[in-house]
Protein backbone atom coordinates (compact mmCIF):
# COMPACT_ATOMS: atom_id res chain seq x y z
CA UNK A 1 0.00 0.00 0.00
CA UNK A 2 0.93 3.21 -0.70
CA UNK A 3 1.26 6.84 0.94
CA UNK A 4 -2.46 7.70 -1.15
CA UNK A 5 -4.00 4.65 -1.06
CA UNK A 6 -2.95 4.74 3.47
CA UNK A 7 -4.36 8.66 3.48
CA UNK A 8 -7.59 7.61 1.50
CA UNK A 9 -8.05 4.49 3.53
CA UNK A 10 -7.74 6.77 6.52
CA UNK A 11 -10.27 9.05 5.25
CA UNK A 12 -12.82 5.98 4.60
CA UNK A 13 -12.81 4.96 8.04
CA UNK A 14 -13.06 8.93 9.47
CA UNK A 15 -16.29 9.24 6.92
CA UNK A 16 -17.84 6.30 8.52
CA UNK A 17 -21.10 7.39 9.99
CA UNK A 18 -21.40 7.30 13.95
CA UNK A 19 -24.62 5.94 15.07
CA UNK A 20 -25.88 7.86 17.87
CA UNK A 21 -27.93 5.62 20.97
CA UNK A 22 -30.92 7.44 18.83
CA UNK A 23 -29.78 5.60 15.77
CA UNK A 24 -29.54 2.63 17.42
CA UNK A 25 -32.62 2.91 19.15
CA UNK A 26 -34.85 3.85 15.93
CA UNK A 27 -32.85 0.78 13.78
CA UNK A 28 -33.90 -1.70 16.49
CA UNK A 29 -38.11 -0.27 16.03
CA UNK A 30 -37.53 -0.09 12.48
CA UNK A 31 -36.64 -3.42 12.42
CA UNK A 32 -39.32 -5.12 14.93
CA UNK A 33 -41.67 -3.08 13.11
CA UNK A 34 -40.80 -4.62 9.76
CA UNK A 35 -41.58 -7.14 11.05
CA UNK A 36 -45.16 -6.57 13.11
CA UNK A 37 -45.90 -5.39 8.96
CA UNK A 38 -44.75 -8.65 7.36
CA UNK A 39 -46.98 -10.72 9.67
CA UNK A 40 -50.14 -8.61 9.25
CA UNK A 41 -50.05 -8.48 5.42
CA UNK A 42 -49.03 -12.08 5.20
CA UNK A 43 -51.74 -15.33 6.00
CA UNK A 44 -52.80 -15.38 9.66
CA UNK A 45 -52.61 -18.74 9.98
CA UNK A 46 -48.96 -18.78 10.63
CA UNK A 47 -48.91 -18.54 14.64
CA UNK A 48 -45.23 -19.10 15.21
CA UNK A 49 -44.75 -16.47 12.94
CA UNK A 50 -46.97 -13.89 14.43
CA UNK A 51 -45.88 -15.09 17.87
CA UNK A 52 -41.65 -14.89 17.01
CA UNK A 53 -42.77 -10.97 15.85
CA UNK A 54 -45.05 -9.90 18.78
CA UNK A 55 -42.51 -11.32 21.68
CA UNK A 56 -40.22 -9.86 19.60
CA UNK A 57 -41.72 -6.28 20.33
CA UNK A 58 -42.81 -6.99 23.49
CA UNK A 59 -39.38 -7.55 24.66
CA UNK A 60 -38.25 -4.26 22.97
CA UNK A 61 -40.78 -2.55 25.04
CA UNK A 62 -39.61 -4.16 28.74
CA UNK A 63 -36.25 -3.11 27.74
CA UNK A 64 -37.35 0.27 27.04
CA UNK A 65 -39.40 0.24 30.11
CA UNK A 66 -36.84 -1.22 32.50
CA UNK A 67 -34.51 1.69 30.84
CA UNK A 68 -36.99 4.51 31.64
CA UNK A 69 -36.95 3.32 35.17
CA UNK A 70 -33.53 3.70 36.03
CA UNK A 71 -32.72 6.63 37.91
CA UNK A 72 -29.74 7.59 35.47
CA UNK A 73 -32.44 8.39 32.76
CA UNK A 74 -32.09 11.67 31.31
CA UNK A 75 -35.76 11.96 29.87
CA UNK A 76 -38.24 14.23 31.81
CA UNK A 77 -40.72 11.99 34.25
CA UNK A 78 -43.44 13.26 33.08
CA UNK A 79 -42.21 11.82 29.72
CA UNK A 80 -40.63 8.78 30.72
CA UNK A 81 -44.29 7.79 32.72
CA UNK A 82 -46.05 8.23 29.23
CA UNK A 83 -43.65 6.03 27.58
CA UNK A 84 -44.00 3.35 30.18
CA UNK A 85 -47.91 3.69 30.33
CA UNK A 86 -47.30 3.18 26.36
CA UNK A 87 -45.14 -0.17 27.06
CA UNK A 88 -48.30 -1.26 29.27
CA UNK A 89 -50.60 -1.17 26.75
CA UNK A 90 -48.50 -2.71 24.08
CA UNK A 91 -48.08 -5.65 26.94
CA UNK A 92 -51.82 -6.25 27.04
CA UNK A 93 -52.48 -5.34 23.53
CA UNK A 94 -49.48 -7.75 22.56
CA UNK A 95 -51.30 -10.95 24.11
CA UNK A 96 -54.94 -9.42 22.80
CA UNK A 97 -53.20 -10.10 19.57
CA UNK A 98 -51.61 -13.16 20.50
CA UNK A 99 -55.40 -14.66 21.70
CA UNK A 100 -56.41 -13.89 18.46
CA UNK A 101 -58.52 -10.92 19.44
CA UNK A 102 -56.56 -8.04 18.37
CA UNK A 103 -54.62 -7.19 15.05
CA UNK A 104 -50.83 -5.77 15.25
CA UNK A 105 -51.93 -3.01 13.51
CA UNK A 106 -52.01 -0.73 16.85
CA UNK A 107 -48.46 -1.94 17.91
CA UNK A 108 -47.14 -1.30 13.96
CA UNK A 109 -48.82 2.57 14.62
CA UNK A 110 -47.19 2.90 18.11
CA UNK A 111 -43.41 1.93 17.00
CA UNK A 112 -44.00 3.75 13.53
CA UNK A 113 -44.68 7.06 16.15
CA UNK A 114 -41.87 6.47 18.62
CA UNK A 115 -40.07 5.96 15.13
CA UNK A 116 -40.92 9.72 13.80
CA UNK A 117 -40.15 10.14 18.07
CA UNK A 118 -36.66 9.19 17.30
CA UNK A 119 -35.88 10.97 13.61
CA UNK A 120 -37.35 14.68 15.59
CA UNK A 121 -40.51 13.99 12.98
CA UNK A 122 -43.27 15.11 15.83
CA UNK A 123 -46.01 17.16 14.60
CA UNK A 124 -47.32 19.41 16.82
CA UNK A 125 -51.29 19.77 17.14
CA UNK A 126 -52.41 23.67 16.84
Known sequence: MNKNDHARSGYRAAATPIRTQRDTEYQ???QVTHRLKAIDEADRSNFP?????????????GILA??????GNALPVELRAQII???EFVRRHSLAVLG???SV???????TAI???LRGDVEVAA
Open 85 to 87: SLA
Open 100 to 102: GRA
Open 28 to 30: VFA
Open 115 to 117: MKG
Open 105 to 111: SALIDIN
Open 66 to 71: EDLMED
Open 49 to 61: LIAQAVFDNQRLW
